[in-house]
């Protein structure tokens, strides 16, 4: 079993910055992409960034031009660097880890960021 490993989670005044990191507990090969995603209580979880081995990234609307991803998927490392944080960023940050040729698919158990007015 993986365990995909978060941390950067935290409380922050609107306006401010976070860097969210997330490593997984072994080597995983061939993988598709990591990324982030977003829950708030009963809403679904949303995409926030990925970034594929490829080093094509894609973003949510709400955080394109705010929040960029980075990271080495051979590694199985991918962060997020928020910056411009807004009161509805907050919520439950999760990692994922994905590999497309066997389902494979891995999420962390989530890092809070909540983002005070």
């Known amino acids: 079993q993986v365990q995909l490993v978060e941390s950067g989670g935290g409380l922050v005044q609107a306006g401010g910055s976070l860097r969210l990191s997330c490593v997984a507990s072994?080597?995983?090969?061939?993988?598709?992409?990591m990324g982030w995603y977003r829950q708030v209580p009963g809403s679904q979880r949303d995409l926030v960034a990925v970034?594929?081995?490829?080093?094509?990234?894609n973003y949510g609307e709400s955080v394109k031009g705010r929040f960029t991803i980075s990271g080495e998927t051979a590694k199985n490392t991918v962060y997020l660097q928020m910056n411009g944080l807004k009161p509805e960023d907050t919520a439950h940050y999760y990692c994922r880890l994905k590999r497309w040729g066997d389902a494979l698919d891995y999420w962390g158990e989530g890092t809070l960021v909540t983002v005070t007015s």
């Open positions: 970034l594929t081995s490829g080093g094509t990234t």
């Open positions: 072994r080597k995983i090969s061939s993988i598709t992409y």
